[in-house]
Structures are given as structure tokens and as C-alpha cells.
């Protein structure tokens, strides 16, 4: 029996990394959390094959062996099976939940609308790395896909960001009255469309602006250096380093050769041991900005 990571999760207290026994092709099965503290080495080898991790927990039926470059470690068929079944595929229109619409910052010039269940709070702006995010509504699904559609239409907002863009940002963020001003002006523009009456949906309730900085909960609230990404695991590769960050999917790890990111998304799927923290980085890894393999699923 082996412990697989399903990833970086974004409890209120902090970041832990997840474990699924068995985890690599899915189904029910014991689980596991290690909490995980800025300071604190960690170091992790990679064994045999990658394989799917199913989909919405169910066992991949090919158990398939997947790319060690993909984010998402799931076979074609899973990998349908898995966006035919969420929001953002637009193919629950009846969901009867209440959702919230937010508008997250990541960097200078990179805000984005989106919308999120109510009923996870603000876990979904963790899991992207918004460094500020502010509500903007709340109401019916429907309701609130058409303010994230007025927003693009009318106000130029994206609802994606390039992840290697929020990525690269990260070591130059600039102070904390600068980062909230540019959310809290994107909030002023939206709240003139429902006092316009420009398409703003009656039954989105608008809510006040109250913005959340992450910067302390990330570590970003000091110097980070950010230079070079983990592109993929290998059979018998190693990354380990002492934790200086994390935001969204990524670890950064200061090792014995510079800090590298890595992408806990690239970790799901492969068999991983414990290292010496010490052993530094024997996997490929690619310049930021330098066009790495992350997808914009953020």
C-alpha cells in the first residue's frame, strides 16, 4: 500500500499537501494531510510510472499511464469525464447553491472575475494564488455566470490568467495600498453597472467591498525569489528543499543550487518516497517566464 499527493490544499489556517492511499488510481480509500510551515525542509522522489488519477473518485478503468508534464495527470477519457462534471463547463444550470462572484488580483494589470460555491468560502482564490480578491456578489448560479459575463463584455475583466504569468510576478509585488487599489477600482466600475442598470442580474445580490490580502498566508510578505520551475518528475527524480513560500498549486523550496517552484499539481499520480532535503533538484526545470508547461486552468 503506498501514499499518492492529490496536491496543495488551501485550508483558512494554511497550506498542507494532501495524501490518498492508493491515490494513484483513485476510488475510495484512506486519506491524510501533512501541514506544512514556511522554514520546514521537505524532499520527495518520484518511483516507477505516473499514472491517472481518475475522476470525480472514480478508479481510471485503463489505469493509464499519463505525461509527467501534465497538470492535470488524468487520461483523455477521465480528463472528460472530470470538466463534463464541473461548473466552469457550463453544464449545471440547475445547481441550486448559492455562489459568490470575486474579483482576485494577482500581480499589476492582472485582475480577474470569477465565481466560486458559497459554501467553500474563500478556498477557491487560495488555490489560484490570488495574493488580494475581493466579493463583489452573491445569488443564484445562473445570475452569477451573468455578471462574470457582464464584467468581460462590458469592462474588458478576464475570467483566466496565464498561470506562468501570476507565477513570475511573485518575486516584485508591489505595497499593499498599490495591490488593493487596482481591486477596489475594478470593484467601483462593476458597482456602476448595477446603478446604471447595464445588465447587472436582479437576483445578484451586491456585496460591500471588503478586500483580503494573502501575501502573509503565501509568504509573499518578504523578498522571494523566483527563477526557475519544476517542468515534470521523472522515475527516481528528486526535489527537496527548505519551504520559503506557497500560493496556489506551488511550493517554493529553496535548494542547494537556488529557489525552484514546484507545481504540487505535477506531484498527483507518481509513487513518492520521502528525500534528504538536502539532495536538491535532479528533474527538469525551466527559467521563469521562459514559457514552462502550465496551463491556464487558473
Request: with cysteine; proline share 5%.
Amino acid at each position: 500500500m503506498s501514499w499518492y499527493c492529490t496536491g496543495l490544499r488551501w485550508p483558512q489556517e494554511g497550506p498542507v499537501l494532501g495524501w490518498h492511499k492508493d491515490g494513484a488510481k483513485g476510488g475510495a480509500g484512506s486519506t491524510r494531510v501533512s501541514v506544512l510551515a514556511y522554514g520546514k525542509e521537505l524532499g520527495f522522489r518520484a518511483g516507477g510510472e505516473r499514472h491517472c488519477v481518475g475522476a470525480r473518485g472514480n478508479v481510471c478503468p485503463l489505469e493509464a499511464v499519463v505525461s509527467g508534464r501534465s497538470t492535470g495527470a488524468r487520461c483523455p477519457e477521465c480528463a472528460r469525464l472530470d470538466r463534463a462534471h464541473s461548473v466552469a463547463a457550463d453544464t449545471i444550470a440547475d445547481d441550486p447553491r448559492t455562489y459568490r462572484v470575486y474579483l482576485a488580483w494577482f500581480g499589476p494589470s492582472m485582475v480577474k472575475v470569477g465565481i466560486t460555491a458559497e459554501e467553500r468560502g474563500a478556498a477557491r482564490l487560495r488555490e489560484q494564488g490570488a495574493v488580494v480578491f475581493s466579493w463583489l456578489g452573491r445569488g443564484p448560479l445562473m445570475a452569477a455566470r451573468r455578471t462574470e459575463e457582464l464584467l468581460r463584455s462590458a469592462l474588458g475583466v478576464p475570467d483566466r490568467i496565464p498561470y506562468v504569468r501570476k507565477r513570475a510576478v511573485r518575486a516584485a509585488l508591489p505595497g499593499a495600498a498599490e495591490r488593493v487599489a487596482e481591486v477596489e477600482g475594478l470593484y467601483g466600475r462593476a458597482a456602476a453597472l448595477e446603478r446604471e442598470g447595464a445588465g447587472w442580474p436582479q437576483s445578484l445580490e451586491r456585496l460591500p467591498f471588503e478586500p483580503v490580502d494573502h501575501t502573509g498566508l503565501f509568504g509573499l510578505d518578504g523578498p522571494v525569489e523566483v527563477a526557475r520551475a519544476v517542468t515534470e518528475l521523472t522515475d527516481g527524480g528528486v526535489v527537496a528543499g527548505r519551504l520559503v513560500a506557497a500560493a496556489g498549486p506551488d511550493l517554493h523550496l529553496a535548494a542547494v543550487d537556488g529557489v525552484v517552484v514546484l507545481d504540487t499539481r505535477l506531484m498527483t499520480g507518481w509513487q513518492l518516497a520521502g528525500a534528504d532535503a538536502r539532495s536538491g533538484v535532479t528533474v527538469p526545470v525551466t527559467d521563469i517566464g521562459g514559457g514552462g508547461v502550465q496551463d491556464g486552468l487558473f
